[in-house]
C-alpha cells in the first residue's frame, strides 16, 4: 500500500476551512481513481510538547506509488489539487511512500 | 482510532539508521501496550516536488488518545523514546491524533 499525506497548516479561518473541508473537498477527492481509503484527522493535531500547528491531516490510500501518479495526473486528482489551493490559507505540505506494516 | 506518527528526518548515517530502526527499535516499540499496528514508511519519502528531508515515517495505531498517553507513560514506552534518541540523528518529529474514515 502506498499513502498520500496532506497536512495542513492551521488556517486564517478553521471555521470556515472546516466548512470547505467536508462539504467540498471530501466528496470532490473522494472521486480520485484508485483512491482505497481516505481518513482525516478528528480534532486536534498535537506533538507531545503542545499544539502542531498543523489543523488537520488526511491519509490517503492506494494500491502502489504508480496509482498515486495516476491519481495526480487524472482530471479528479487535477480537480482536488485545484480545490486544495482555495481553502489551504495556511498552507498544505504533501508526502508520499510506500508503507507496510512491520 | 488515534494515530502517533513519528517523522523521522534524514539522518546523518542512513544505513546506520535502518539496521538500528529495524533490528532494535522496531521490536522495542512493538512491546508498547495498547499498540494495535505498526506501519513504516518503506523506501523513500517524496513530495510531489521531489526529495522531502524525510527518511522515514511510523504510523502506530492505537484505539484512543488515552491510550497514546498511557504508551508515552508506560516503561515500554519510555525505553522507545530513550532509544529515539540514540539513533535519529537528524531528530525526528512527533504528532498525535484522532483519526476517522470519511
Not at 495526480?72 to 489551493?85: P, Y
Amino acid at each position: 500500500m502506498a499513502r498520500l499525506m496532506v497536512m495542513y497548516r492551521t488556517p486564517k479561518d478553521a471555521i470556515a476551512f472546516d466548512k470547505h473541508y467536508f462539504e467540498t473537498h471530501v466528496p470532490t477527492a473522494k472521486r480520485i481513481p484508485g483512491l482505497r481509503k481516505y481518513e482525516v484527522s478528528r480534532g486536534a493535531v498535537a506533538t507531545p510538547a503542545g499544539p502542531s500547528g498543523f489543523h488537520l491531516i488526511a491519509t490517503l490510500h492506494f494500491d502502489d506509488l504508480a496509482a498515486i501518479q495516476r491519481a495526480f495526473a487524472s482530471a479528479e486528482g487535477q480537480a482536488a489539487a485545484a480545490d486544495v489551493r482555495t481553502f489551504a490559507t495556511g498552507g498544505a505540505d504533501m508526502l508520499l511512500f510506500d508503507s507496510g506494516e512491520v
